[in-house]
């Protein structure tokens, strides 16, 4: 406990913080500014094309229909979907008599199955609704054109990092068990605990965890939905 309070306060969006908690990963306040940072990110190929999306002209488009928010309607659907999907998963409410030990290799593989259901609605609504601004003139045109090099660039290094949570939650998984067992072995036997408290906790975390990266994967579409909300 004296450990934990001595570590600083994780600033920073929810699934941050949220996975700063859970796990014993420091996130140290990055030095450099958002720019910085981005520069080094981006090669001269990947500069060049935000460049031209930036600077020049996205040509002449047809106006498109009005935004009548049916996007934002089906993005609201289909994330609403996945959240369930999460929220309800056998494995994480306990409902799969199958996960009751202690073996993690189930829940890897259900957190890997939500995040590729995750990657590819997202992926396309985030394309579609670029489509949709292709409609709506050039200067919606052009935000279009610095989302699609700005997805290019930052894809890959998310994929990366959202790729390792996996192995963040199992070593939370292995410490919370640990932990049941050090108490098991040292507590009397009218101090014992309900049975799989521990695991229940961790379903708990995992959907947390899930749910926020969820909200992460839907920022770039929210934005694109705000854009096309004010493109007429």
Do not use: F, Q, W, Y
């Given at each position: 406990m004296a450990q934990m309070a001595q570590r600083a306060a994780v600033r920073g969006p929810t699934f941050?913080?949220?996975?700063?908690?859970?796990?014993?990963?420091?996130?140290?306040p990055s030095r450099q500014s958002l720019p910085d940072r981005l520069s080094q990110w981006l090669d001269w190929t990947h500069a060049i094309a935000l460049s031209t999306a930036l600077d020049g002209k996205?040509?002449?488009?047809?106006?498109?229909p009005a935004f009548d928010d049916t996007e934002a309607a089906e993005c609201a659907r289909l994330r609403a979907a996945l959240a369930d999907a999460i929220t309800s998963d056998p494995a994480l409410t306990g409902a799969e008599s199958s996960v009751q030990g202690a073996d993690y290799a189930v829940f890897r593989r259900r957190y890997q199955t939500h995040q590729r259901a995750m990657q590819a609605t997202a992926g396309k609504l985030r394309g579609r609704l670029r489509d949709r601004l292709v409609q709506q003139g050039d200067?919606?045109?052009r935000l279009g054109a610095v989302d699609a090099v700005?997805?290019?660039?930052?894809?890959?290094?998310?994929?990366?990092?959202l790729a390792?949570?996996?192995t963040l939650l199992g070593e939370r998984f292995e410490r919370l068990h640990q932990a049941e067992?050090?108490?098991?072995?040292?507590?009397?036997s009218s101090d014992q605990a309900a049975p799989n408290a521990w695991l229940d906790l961790f379903r708990r975390d995992m959907q947390s965890v899930l749910l926020a990266e969820?909200?992460?994967r839907f920022q770039p579409i929210e934005a694109l939905l705000a854009a096309l909300r004010t493109a007429h």
């Open positions: 941050i913080r949220l996975l700063a908690r859970l796990t014993d990963v420091g996130v140290p996205a040509g002449a488009a047809a106006d498109g200067t919606a045109a700005m997805e290019a660039v930052l894809s890959p290094r998310e994929h990366g990092l390792r949570i996996p067992l050090n108490h098991l072995a040292d507590a009397s969820l909200d992460v």
